[in-house]
């Protein structure tokens, strides 16, 4: 089955640049997707690639796909207080679900 | 428009008890999925239903039941519920049946003594 890897904890400091970074088993997806969590909160779609894509570029937030070594990273630029959240990699399952990644919690210092 | 509605937003259960849990999609969305996530970890797939029908089931057991009405709404029902039940259940919606992005709601935390 799918399995779905990610750093449970990152730290940054207001202002740099942050990097979670997604590693996976199953390349059949089609679209790879990020989505953030606040405390107690739902998700938040943030972004996504289609799997013939290498790169996406959306404001702050950069995708990066290697289909090669299976590795998938967000990274968010310029980092604020009001990014920090758990971010969760996540991956089309057949046509009907979304599998998970564990979850990376970012804690913005400022 | 309005997102993905959960109701309520809160709950607490005892052991044994059983729970039913609301779900209002985006107005156009025909899809509702269910998940479940325990604290810590990653939501996990319990059941996607398109056209008042389901159209996928993870490893869930025969406790977790649901269903779509014909505005789309959606219900998730736990029977008999266990200590390990506790977690919190998010819906999400999308326009079609297969390979659409999903929104989701603010879940449901429910919390079982």
């Known amino acids: 089955g799918e399995d779905v890897e990610q750093s449970l904890f990152l730290s940054v400091r207001e202002g740099d640049s942050s990097v979670i970074n997604c590693t996976y088993t199953?390349?059949?997806?089609?679209?790879l997707y990020w989505y953030k969590q606040e405390p107690g909160a739902g998700l938040q779609l943030l972004t996504y690639?289609?799997?013939?894509?290498d790169m996406k570029q959306d404001q702050r937030l950069t995708v990066l796909l290697n289909k090669k070594d299976k590795h998938l990273s967000l990274r968010i630029a310029d980092t604020q207080t009001g990014d920090s959240a758990i971010y969760f990699c996540?991956?089309?399952?057949?046509?009907?679900?979304?599998?998970f990644g564990t979850g990376t919690r970012l804690t913005v210092i400022p | 428009d309005a997102g993905v509605t959960q109701s309520p937003t809160h709950l607490i259960k005892t052991r044994g008890q059983q729970v039913t849990l609301r779900c209002s999609p985006i107005?156009?969305?025909?899809?509702v999925s269910w998940y479940q996530q325990v604290l810590g970890q990653g939501p996990q797939f319990i059941f996607q239903?398109?056209?008042?029908?389901?159209?996928g089931r993870g490893n869930f057991p025969d406790r977790f039941s649901a269903r779509q009405f014909p505005n789309y709404s959606s219900e998730l029902n736990v029977n008999a519920l266990l200590l390990g039940d506790s977690a919190l259940y998010l819906c999400?919606?999308?326009?079609?049946?297969?390979?659409?992005?999903?929104?989701f709601g603010p879940g449901t935390r429910l919390t079982v003594l």
């Open positions: 199953d390349s059949s997806s089609t679209y």
């Open positions: 999400a919606s999308k326009r079609a049946g297969g390979g659409d992005t999903q929104y």
């Open positions: 239903y398109y056209e008042k029908e389901e159209r």
């Open positions: 690639i289609f799997s013939n894509m």
């Open positions: 107005s156009g969305h025909k899809s």
């Open positions: 996540a991956f089309t399952m057949g046509a009907n679900n979304l599998f």
